[in-house]
């Protein structure tokens, strides 16, 4: 088990460019989860997968977000025409939900942290 | 709305000494509450979960949290701190509407005074 990584570790852009992010998931896991945490804060929760299909997204992604687990094992972040307000730390969670029960532990990469100059 | 609110923003304690992280959440039924630590450069790393049952949780490096519905609070605590202890602590919380999404609250920095 490597755990959840994160590519690349660090990106710098300027401000209108596009920008991909890629998380790898524990594997096995098929839940997989995208977060947003801005300095001084707790991660807001974005958006989250079950294998392949999106199930759920968070008011915070906007239409220039875009999330995708094309084969339900690695998910790509995409944010198209990059905004100063996007520079935060973007970190993806597995998890394993086999049942329907108590919620399942989710286990975080290192994050993102996108810097828009 | 589900809310989550951790009261102290940066705490410092003498290492040795014990410590207490407050959390308190807002929700209509009792959620699933959890602590995270994140240190610098580190992923957030989980130390305990309550979910149901007894409701003083152990967690991983010394840590215990106990749930007290009458406060709707989920305190952390350690009895005796190291320097290694120094880090942000995040409580969270996952609404049993939507076991997946994680609340989180805003953190409290810990320093360890030698």
């Known amino acids: 088990d490597t755990g959840v990584s994160q590519d690349p570790r660090h990106k710098i852009t300027k401000r209108g460019q596009n920008v991909t992010f890629r998380c790898d998931p524990i594997?096995?896991?098929?839940?997989l989860y995208w977060y947003r945490q801005t300095l001084g804060q707790g991660p807001e929760f974005l958006t989250y997968?079950?294998?392949?299909?999106?199930?759920?997204k968070s008011r915070l992604l906007s239409d220039r977000f875009s999330a995708e687990r094309p084969k339900g094992s690695f998910s790509t972040l995409e944010i198209q025409r990059t905004e100063q307000g996007d520079s935060a730390m973007y970190l993806c969670?597995?998890?394993?939900?086999?049942?329907?029960?108590?919620?399942?532990?989710?286990?975080f990469g290192p994050g993102t942290r996108l810097t828009v100059l | 709305a589900q809310s989550v609110t951790q009261p102290d923003i940066h705490i410092t304690v003498s290492e040795g000494a014990s410590l207490e992280l407050r959390c308190n959440y807002s929700?209509?039924?009792?959620?699933?509450l959890f602590w995270y630590v994140q240190s610098p450069g580190q992923g957030l790393q989980l130390l305990l979960k309550?979910?149901?049952?007894?409701?003083l949780v152990q967690g991983i490096k010394g840590f215990e949290a106990e749930f007290k519905r009458s406060q709707s609070s989920f305190n952390l605590r350690k009895p005796s701190v190291h320097w290694s202890d120094a880090a942000e602590y995040f409580c969270?919380?996952?609404?049993?509407?939507?076991?997946?999404?994680?609340?989180f609250g805003s953190g409290t920095r810990l320093s360890i005074r030698p």
């Open positions: 594997s096995e896991h098929n839940r």
């Open positions: 969670a597995s998890s394993s939900m086999k049942i329907r029960g108590p919620a399942d532990t989710q286990y």
């Open positions: 997968f079950q294998n392949e299909a999106q199930l759920e």
């Open positions: 969270a919380v996952s609404p049993l509407s939507s076991a997946s999404k994680i609340i």
């Open positions: 309550y979910f149901s049952g007894d409701t």
């Open positions: 929700y209509g039924a009792t959620p699933y």
